[in-house]
């Protein structure tokens, strides 16, 4: 059997920056070509960043990319890397629109492509087949599906190549590697991070190699693109299941691995498969070992995807410093202890807005995280802030109680964010975020929720395995342990706690999970088992906390295209071309 | 020929509302029934509201609306009507999942429908062929294309039945209602209202109807969804293209109209088409006229769907007033005489708030908007609420700028909505919008903008045409001449104008157009004879403003369904089953 070394290049690309991520493959060619690759992989669109969203309606967004591809291969050949063939995912386009509805509707004009690169020229192209449309992908939307199959010999071993949802569905380009009896499948991937993920996309990936008895390298991209943490966990997994290689998650990194593949035979291949065959690259070194990472577990998984996500939109928005709120509890100081993680503690700017009903131990808790932690920190109280206009305006109640959170949020961290160049981070849960409890404009201003997506009940065990992990490494735990013991407490009112106004969070939480998570109804949810009278308590609540969730106020649309339902961008995004 | 009359319930649906749906439908079908109509249609998800989003995902919504189907073929009987046909659009499931990716991911169980209701029962279903997945449309994500045809024989006629996007596209239903020979096609629709979209729609109807020379009967539902205003404008055009009835736009409507159609012949049909024979109407008595609606021009048409948009989101979401600040300017100008003609001067309340730098012209253009409107009017001065902040922070120039805006939209109108229960509306205009000139948590604090979507220039153009409109009707004229012809000044400064900052408003608007809503890039937006600097510092500008434009913090998501990216609500949403 013929051995390649393959190479599979996680990396970490900025959304627009298409001389960034370019010079990023450079590099890791230059690493592959050192170690002796016969092949380097990089991610679906490694060269423009992912999710590209609308950017893929723009004509010029489109030629910008596509150019960038045929820079990126001469680069290569600048760079003494001509002979490494380099698979790289970027847009291209623009094409002749495929009619999508009425004539003067957006109509998809770009497709997702896999290009193979080497001698200074794109050898060959792979357009993806199946294009995702749910959850957080939108790509029937924006993308031309593509229906040829590739397949690369090198060094006499057949290499198909695929992309990302192409590996997920029976039928389609799957069938036709089987066909063309390639020794290995190249799949590249930008395929965010979910908790419990690795149960589904390890055994695909084995599956796929078993059922084809190929040998299949999965490249996934890296980093943190707005709401989503693409994880990385590149993997290369034989034709009987076993784990040849396997990258860590949440970091950059070239894998390396040598496989014994298949020897190509010179069957016919149908028409829909292109054989391009490469020119061999040289005589490789012995190798020095292979990486097999192994996870860690759960709640450190989600940590890591916690911070890198945080450390990416500050980075790659090119902020240096973030400012939160330190109220004492525990939300405040998980996202604290991520922050500091993320980018630094002495970036880390927490202010203490204590008020005439703030406790002294909310305020000493505050100061002990400070402390554990090691922040920048200051205490600004809101008393003489709050009164003059609670007087003015005859405040009274709930209008009050929101006074303060706004006070505290949206006046004195933005206007510290406006005079210092700090992002403001909001540190909601996933399960205040559900049911509406914060104030709009209050402590839900920011610009970045590190824990939005964290229900209650896990930002606990987050904090608790934080703390362990600490004192694992001979470090002070960052968290105070009176903010995870104390019952939660919004302080807006004299002895207020957070479950005069909601459930117990052990109920809450499984409630959301059932209603908000499983999309159960709500017979459904009380079959569960939970009180009727306490489901229908929360799901209104659910109901009615979509405009506080968005925040932005909507308004009639009366233009082809609207910001808002109909153009969908990306927030970070730094264009170079 | 066979002489039909044809009823079109143009209805005002309420997302979620399946029981106040139902009762629309009834009453349109009383009210035909009284006319002697043969056939009645009601638009697409007349029954549920439209778009309903990934509610379509949820099993136990999907069962509540079947059932509603159900019920109301039900009700129909029982109140005497069960003789009409009744063409209504909803949608229906849970349907087997059709598998679209992942084995966890969501997947369509919905199906797209027009039932026809007859003698209590559901005598026939279509579902909609072609699924829109661009601009506001995301029915590919959520929905189960059919791929049968629907014709129903009433009274020697064969009437084909279609859904919306089905009429836009070559191929599909469109080739086999040409097989089938139908007289009738009645193509049930939510059609947004978009600025010239006349100019499209109409001539595809006319067009459809002269290819198939078959009488189209087009209806569509009215009123404001979100973000989304719904026109109406139902129609009826027969084979030779001429309008034989047209109903208003912006308004509930019931069109009755008698059409000689061509009589159904026995010829086979195609296996992809199911013929359905309904029950004989009774003999209709004499008509009294058609209704031939001709719609207005432009601006009146752009002020009546902003009327309407606005009037809805309070309504529908059970606000009875709202609040806005009047800054003497144009954009507050018109947004309060627009929230005056949507519901009533007195549930408007304006409030001024100066500073120190208000000049008095803008008090005074304040005060006559006020009463030219006879809004509910109060001043807030903000000098003494201002200065302590200013004062602790040690706030100065664009973060003091910052300070005020947010005191006055973020503190006291939403203090005061807290208070009083009012929807606090941001006054902000598309231009703004585009190049982030507001201050988040400021001035774009509110839950409405009512002309979000309008670019400055054409916020003139209403304020001229809509005072114009007052002088025909001998009313006073809502919006201060000075309000008009002043320079636009934000007023956080000593004598700031906008253009301080920005471009004259004729370049900024027409570089927006270009560079927004047509979607170039930067080189064609410079091609089209733009000068380069400034278009670099426009596009720069809406690159960087996304976030600002979304307000509501983004974070890293690590759960299979998350808020925001990949859980998509309706913000107006009545449950009811």
């Known amino acids: 059997m013929p051995r390649l070394r393959l190479a599979l290049a996680q990396t970490n690309p900025v959304l627009g920056d298409l001389r960034g991520n370019s010079a990023q493959v450079v590099e890791a060619a230059r690493a592959a070509s050192a170690a002796g690759a016969d092949l380097l992989a990089v991610g679906e669109m490694a060269l423009s960043g992912y999710p590209i969203e609308d950017l893929a309606s723009r004509p010029s967004f489109l030629r910008d990319a596509h150019n960038a591809v045929l820079r990126l291969a001469k680069e290569l050949q600048d760079a003494g890397l001509g002979h490494l063939p380099v698979i790289v995912g970027h847009p291209d386009g623009p094409f002749e629109p495929r009619l999508l509805g009425t004539s003067n509707a957006p109509t998809a004009i770009a497709q997702n492509c896999a290009s193979v690169l080497q001698g200074g020229h794109v050898k060959a192209r792979y357009a993806k087949h199946h294009l995702p449309n749910y959850s957080v992908f939108d790509e029937y939307r924006i993308f031309i599906p593509g229906d040829e199959l590739l397949v690369l010999r090198i060094k006499g071993v057949d290499v198909a ?16 590697v089987l066909e063309a009896d390639a020794g290995v499948l190249v799949v590249i991937n930008a395929s965010p991070f979910e908790r419990d993920k690795d149960e589904v996309r390890l055994p695909l990936v084995t599956r796929r190699a078993t059922e084809t008895d190929t ?89 890591n995807a916690l911070v890198l996500g945080l ?94 959170a706004r006070i ?29 409890y914060s104030t709009i404009y209050g402590d839900s201003a920011g610009g970045f929720a590190p824990i939005k997506d964290v229900p209650k009940l896990l930002v606990w065990e987050l904090a608790r395995w934080r703390n362990a992990f600490a004192a694992t ?30 459930p117990p969070y052990e109920v809450l939480d499984a409630i959301l999970d059932a209603y ?22 929360v799901t209104k609540l659910v109901d009615h906390s979509e405009w506080k969730r968005r925040q932005g106020a909507i308004g009639p649309k009366i233009s082809g295209m609207a910001f808002g339902r109909d153009r969908r961008l990306p927030i970070t995004y730094r264009p170079t071309v």
Chains 1, 2 share one sequence.
């Not at 001979?474 to 005069?500: C, F, G, M, W, Y």
Request: hydrophobic share 40%.
């Open 161 to 176: 190549v695929i992309v990302c949802e192409d590996l997920w569905r029976d039928g389609g380009p799957l069938g036709r």
């Open 215 to 303: 040998i299949v390298a999965y490249v996934n991209i890296v980093g943190g693109q707005d709401d989503l943490v693409f994880d990385g966990d590149s993997v290369v997994v034989d034709g009987e299941g076993s784990i040849l290689a396997r990258a860590p998650q949440f970091e950059e990194h070239l894998l390396i691995v040598d496989v014994d593949a298949a020897a190509a035979t010179d069957s016919d291949l149908p028409d829909s498969v292109a054989r391009v065959t490469l020119a061999d690259t040289p005589a490789a070194p012995d190798t020095t070992g292979v990486d097999v990472a192994v996870p860690p577990d759960d709640h450190e998984q989600v940590w």
């Open 311 to 404: 450390r990416d939109y500050v980075r790659k928005n090119r902020f240096s410093s973030v400012i939160l709120g330190l109220s004492g509890g525990i939300d405040s100081a998980v996202c604290a202890a991520l922050a500091a993680d993320a980018i630094g503690a002495s970036n880390v700017y927490g202010v203490s807005m204590p008020s005439r009903y703030s406790s002294e131990g909310s305020r000493s808790d505050a100061d002990v995280l400070a402390e554990n932690i090691g922040l920048q920190y200051s205490v600004e109280p809101i008393a003489d802030l709050v009164t003059p206009i609670e007087d003015q305006l005859g405040l009274t109640g709930v209008a009050a109680e929101n006074l303060q």
């Open 408 to 436: 505290r949020g949206g006046i004195i961290l933005m206007g510290l964010s406006n005079m210092h160049g700090h992002l403001v981070l909001t540190t909601g849960n996933k399960t205040e975020l559900s049911v509406g």
């Open 473 to 502: 490494r001979d470090e002070t735990p960052p968290i105070p342990v009176n903010s995870i013991e104390k019952p939660p407490s919004a302080e807006l009112r004299p002895d207020q706690t957070d479950q005069d106004t909601l």
């Open 516 to 537: 908000v998570t499983r999309a159960l109804g709500r017979e459904d949810v009380i079959a569960l088992g939970f009180d009727e009278e306490t489901v229908d308590f």
